[in-house]
């Protein structure tokens, strides 16, 4: 369940970037440090969206400073932690199977004369998947496991609490994603001899404020402008795992962007879960379109991005400052779930099928194409196949570059959870799976149309095979392409498409940009 789809533009992820963990001269990365310590490793596995994989280079951050050193899997590490995601339970459930993976031993052995798993075996392991109890492989990191700090942090760490303690007692560590900052103090009260320690504050905005980040892309630099959300949709548990909206103020995040650029980022990206719903803290008083603004003119940013844009607090000014800055990128995110008004009403979305219209509509009419993406949701409680017939038609008139498809996961604490007529599994997939192939031929018609243009390509990965090269246009359309350069990684280059698929363009370098 919770099957979901990216076809075409990726979600502003720095996905199939090389040199992970590469630093730049003078770049705002800590050193990697080796630890005196040898014992002082860490494993950080991130799940989830991009917010989380940003809230992971700030935990990396807080540790690297602090002398620990990174390390690639869990079996060399002395401190493991999971970076989790809870948006559905599909995502939520894989962090327990990972957990079920470190199990100790006699933990193992306790259960191991009873040859059937028990329910609450299948729990922590996951969506029916039982593990071998006896595997070789599984033993050799369960034995591994032994006296290590076992973390679990963000979203399945606050909305599930002390009850993952229960469900995993090998787990010392809980801590959601407002209290990083206290990852050191927590790990250190562990290594005193506490057995189990949580940092569980929603209401802290303390987490703008980690003193080191430690980047995973070289060139692209995230930046979160403001955390939680108070929206309150329907089917959603950001607002209770991430709480309430705080917003950090502008004169920060602005010095924060210059630095970045004197330190050889040359694309920023503003986060945020409503990140147009930004309302500046201090004096200054900065729309999100004028933050959006003064981010642009930082010298060194050659693009600016933003990602997620609620439809409520999308306006005419964003479009406006997009088409006056053309170093911001020309894509929008704006997530709109359903195309049926009635379902939008149940999901509490705020808008209706024509008020969303009407900001497409802006984005439609601006100076420059604007390449626009959205989430949808299917088999939401209620959803009738008319219902669905209007999501599909939305398809049909807005022609998104790419659509972000779900299907309905009920969460708990959330009103939906109590709505009647829930859609059978099967039926959502169903419909997930029709929506799915009327937006793939979209795309590939969209994409169609673009071949013999000329784009500029942030490169961005380089394919073993030589003269193959990737990278991202500026409408966040995934690019391969070819080129007899040596060396082109983090360089804007121009690529001229020779042809198209639904999910990528394939192109030739035609010169630099
Ligand atoms: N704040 C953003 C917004 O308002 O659109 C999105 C945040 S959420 C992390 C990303 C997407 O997950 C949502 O846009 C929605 O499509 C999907 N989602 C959230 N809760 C869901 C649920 N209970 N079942 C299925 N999909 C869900
Ligand atoms: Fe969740 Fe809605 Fe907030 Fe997005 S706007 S994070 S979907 S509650």
Redo the contacts with the bound molecule.
């Keep these: 369940m ?1 099957k ?1 789809f990216d076809i075409g533009l990726d979600r502003l992820t720095g996905t199939g970037v090389p040199g992970i963990g590469e630093t730049q001269e003078g770049g705002l990365n800590p050193p990697l440090q080796v630890a005196g310590d040898a014992e002082s490793t860490f494993y950080l596995e991130t799940f ?2 991009q ?1 989380n994989d940003h809230d992971s280079e700030k935990v990396a951050g807080v540790l690297l400073a602090r002398g620990y050193r990174q390390v690639d899997g869990p079996e060399a590490a002395k401190v493991i932690l999971y970076n989790t ?1 809870s ?3 599909k995502a939520a459930q894989k962090v327990f199977s990972r957990l079920g993976e470190l199990r100790p031993m006699d933990e193992r052995q306790g259960k191991s004369s009873n040859t059937e798993d028990t329910e609450e075996e299948r729990r922590v392991h996951g969506d029916g998947q039982v593990l071998e109890k006896n595997h070789p492989s599984l033993r050799k990191i369960v034995n591994a496991a032994g006296g290590k700090i076992i973390g679990v942090l963000g979203c399945v760490a606050q909305q599930e609490g002390e009850e993952i303690f229960e469900r995993a007692p090998w787990v010392s560590l809980v801590c959601g994603s407002a209290s990083y900052r206290k990852l050191p103090q927590l790990i250190a009260e562990l290594e005193a001899g506490n057995r189990r320690v949580t940092g569980l504050d929603t209401d802290t905005d303390e987490t703008f404020e980690t003193e080191i980040t430690r980047r995973d892309n070289p060139w692209r630099a995230y930046l979160t402008i403001i955390e939680g ?1 108070d ?1 309150a ?1 329907s ?4 607002p209770f795992t991430r709480g309430p909206e705080r917003s950090r103020a502008s004169a920060s995040i602005l010095e924060e962007v210059r630095r970045l650029a004197d330190a050889g980022y040359s694309e920023v990206q503003l986060l ?3 990140v147009n719903s930004y309302a500046d803290p201090s004096m200054r008083k900065m729309r999100f379109s004028e933050l959006l603004a003064a981010v642009a003119e930082v010298s060194g940013i050659r693009r600016v991005r933003f990602t ?3 439809p409520r607090d999308f306006g005419k000014d964003i479009v406006e400052v997009i088409e006056a800055h053309p170093n911001i990128c020309d894509h929008v995110h ?2 709109v ?1 359903s195309g049926s008004t009635t379902v939008l009403r149940a999901m509490a ?1 705020t808008y209706s099928r024509e008020e969303y219209l009407e900001k497409i509509a802006l984005m439609k009419a601006a100076r420059r194409p604007i390449s626009i993406t959205t ?3 299917v088999g ?1 409680p209620g959803e009738t196949e008319k219902d669905f017939e209007e999501t599909l038609a939305l398809l049909d008139e807005v022609q998104y570059d790419s659509v ?8 708990p604490n ?1 009103p ?1 959870l109590k709505m009647a007529d829930a859609i059978p599994e099967e039926e959502k997939g169903r419909r997930l799976a029709i929506l799915m192939d009327r937006q793939r031929e979209i795309q590939r018609a969209q994409n169609e149309k673009l071949v013999g243009e000329t784009f500029e390509v942030l490169v961005d990965g380089k394919s073993r095979r030589d003269n193959q090269w990737s990278g991202h246009t500026s409408s966040n359309r995934v690019m391969n392409f070819t080129s007899p350069e040596r060396e082109l990684l983090g360089d804007y280059v121009q690529v001229k498409v020779v042809s198209a698929m639904p999910n990528s363009l394939v192109g030739e370098m035609v010169g630099r940009a």
Excluded: N, W
């Design positions: 919770g979901s989830g969206c917010m995601c948006i559905r339970e959300c929206k949709c089917y959603c548990v950001v945020g879960q409503t997620t844009s609620h704006l997530p779930q979305r989430d949808m949701i939401f972000f498809a779900f299907k309905y996961s009920p969460r959330t939906s």
